[in-house]
């Protein structure tokens, strides 16, 4: 198993930084999720640890030994990419072991791996079609078979599951989560999808503008988002945030409760019924859940409540919410604790 370390890593392009220092430590066996919005940096951190492109200044670490020098094959990670890169005219069989043939691995042992690759994957009667009779899951699993047969110790993994539709995605999402626990594999995952990134990660680390925002579990980004950027980018519908003035929610009698620039809370905190008026602006039937876009004071707020309820835009309701539901950020947007 192999941990990764990133020391202070930046890249730049002529006038482009796509990282401004990032400091990050992935332990042995996790599963690491990057994400952040498109053009965060997300692919530049991935494809640094992979080798595939030269950090500016800083460096990286594979079980404690300094990589940042050493080309790509030298480093013991595997890769899968977004598009897969199958090659059409070769059977599944043979896109696997592509990279084995071409590190000249011996014939027996290539089968051996195959093999047992395939039967983890659930690809044995598949290997000797083409990747053109396969499903779309199916063409997953042989890019992901090819990354494991060359039992590397670290996986990193570019949005692969993006091509999947949905229900596909989910599926696959799990299954690469119990792989990765019962080989104990070390993961880096880049996705732009928060939901994504909350069902596998151990560790999520959001990225912004090239700097890491924040990385933590995903329970713990979920419920104390260091700063507005990740209280609004993780759960959906994203959090409330509402501005405080003279120590009230904007333009309302509502008392934030302390000293704060806005107050965080999330649509899932509050109910129907209570202490607070709020005027329903638009209204959203999901099936299971109802969105209400309210208005407070001057603020919106969005509510998210069971979707039992019958309310139409216009009324007039009243809301309330624990103070324990609350989160305070000052002007910066930095979490106040
Ligand atoms: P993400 O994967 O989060 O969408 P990237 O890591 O691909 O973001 O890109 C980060 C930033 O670096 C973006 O502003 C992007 O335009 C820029 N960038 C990426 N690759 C290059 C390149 N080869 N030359 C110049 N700029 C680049």
């Not at 928060?194 to 700097?211: I, P, Y």
Request: net charge neutral.
């Amino acid at each position: 198993m192999s941990s990764i370390q990133l020391v202070d890593v930046a890249k730049r392009w002529d006038s482009t930084t796509a990282l401004e220092g990032i400091d990050l430590e992935i332990a042995s066996g996790s599963f690491c999720v990057l994400l952040g919005p498109s053009g965060c940096g997300k692919s530049t951190t991935l494809r640094i640890i992979a080798g595939l492109e030269t950090a500016s200044s800083g460096r990286v670490l594979i079980d404690g030994r300094d990589v940042t020098d050493l080309p790509p094959a030298e480093r013991g990670i595997a890769m899968v990419f977004q598009n897969y890169a199958l090659f059409p005219h070769l059977t599944v069989a043979d896109n696997i072991t592509f990279g084995l043939s071409v590190r000249r691995m011996a014939a027996a042992e290539a089968s051996k791996r195959l093999a047992e690759t395939a039967e983890l994957l659930g690809l044995t009667a598949l290997l000797a079609r083409k990747p053109s009779q396969l499903s779309g899951g199916q063409q997953q699993r042989v890019a992901l078979a090819r990354a494991l047969v060359a039992q590397a110790k670290v996986c990193l993994m570019d949005e692969p599951l993006s091509n999947l539709d949905a229900q596909l995605r989910q599926e696959m999402r799990a299954e690469l989560r119990q792989l990765q626990q019962r080989l104990g594999l070390t993961v880096v995952y880049v996705t732009h999808d928060q939901a994504e990134a909350m069902s596998m990660a151990d560790q999520v680390v959001l990225l912004n503008r090239g700097r890491v925002e924040q990385a933590a579990t995903p329970r713990s980004l979920y419920a104390a988002p260091a700063t507005t950027f990740a209280a609004s980018f993780i759960g959906t519908p994203a959090m409330n945030l509402l501005r405080v003035a003279d120590g009230r929610i904007a333009g309302s009698d509502v008392a934030a409760g302390r000293t704060a620039d806005w107050l965080g809370l999330r649509p899932e905190s509050v109910t129907l019924g209570g202490r607070v008026p709020a005027r329903v602006r638009s209204v959203e039937y999901l099936g299971a859940d109802l969105i209400l876009h309210c208005g407070v004071g001057s603020e919106s707020l969005t509510v998210r409540t069971g979707g039992q309820a019958e309310l139409a835009t216009g009324s007039e309701v009243l809301l309330d919410w624990p103070d324990t539901a609350l989160h305070y950020f000052d002007a910066e947007g930095r979490r106040i604790h």
